[in-house]
């Protein structure tokens, strides 16, 4: 869960990259929404790959992992969605479940048998032990998923602008074959003429009677 090596990422991948952390941890708790309603544990599946794009596979070279940033993004604005939708439906919940206890209240008012307050905090203790602390992880969630979509489009942009490893050095070696030709099997690149031949041999050698004798110098001189 560690970067191998900081000097190959931008800060503000590295920030990224801590921040995911912490949003990892918290979206896993959030799968708790399973038990609960479906939205909030969807939200939290769609976190959790999210933010194991980065913490778990992100990019080990200099100039790479747009992809996965952009991934992340996506992933990160569908949790967020459902945990939007999951928390509103866990807070709907409990007020739908409170109007219920009181219509049955009202029906068994004059049940002696049937003690309202001691059922409601039964009920209602059992349920808000499991439903309070995964609307509160999910809300954490929220509050973290945004600002991480934020800090992934900042880091895409600075890699953006980063020059890929290896970029670098093969646009010099270009640079040095344009201006000054190399020799590279018997040939001379830019030119086109074979080591050891003078250009009138060459023009020979081209002809179809000669391509042997070509072959043969060129071996001679590779």
Request: charge should be negative; hydrophobic fraction near 50%.
């Amino acid at each position: 869960m560690c970067l191998q090596d900081e000097s190959n990422y931008p800060p503000e991948y590295i920030r990224l990259h801590k921040f995911c952390i912490a949003l990892l941890f918290l979206a896993v708790l959030s799968l708790i929404g399973f038990a609960i309603n479906g939205f909030g544990g969807i939200g939290g599946l769609f976190a959790t790959i999210g933010a194991s794009l980065v913490v778990c596979c992100g990019p080990r070279l200099r100039g790479f992992g747009q992809c996965q940033l952009i991934a992340q993004m996506c992933l990160f604005i569908i949790a967020a969605i459902f945990h939007t939708v999951g928390v509103a439906v866990m807070i709907e919940t409990w007020v739908v479940l409170n109007e219920q206890f009181d219509r049955l209240c009202e029906a068994r008012a004059n049940d002696p048998s049937f003690n309202c307050e001691d059922q409601r905090s039964a009920f209602f203790g059992a349920i808000g032990i499991i439903l309070w602390p995964a609307v509160a992880i999910v809300l954490l969630c929220i509050i973290m998923e945004l600002p991480a979509v934020y800090m992934a489009y900042q880091a895409k942009r600075v890699i953006d602008a980063t020059p890929r490893e290896g970029q670098v050095a093969s646009e010099v070696v270009a640079a040095q074959v344009v201006s000054n030709p190399v020799m590279l099997q018997g040939q001379v690149i830019g030119q086109g003429t074979p080591v050891g031949l003078t250009p009138a041999q060459n023009s020979g050698a081209s002809q179809p009677g000669n391509q042997q004798g070509r072959a043969y110098a060129v071996g001679q001189n590779v």
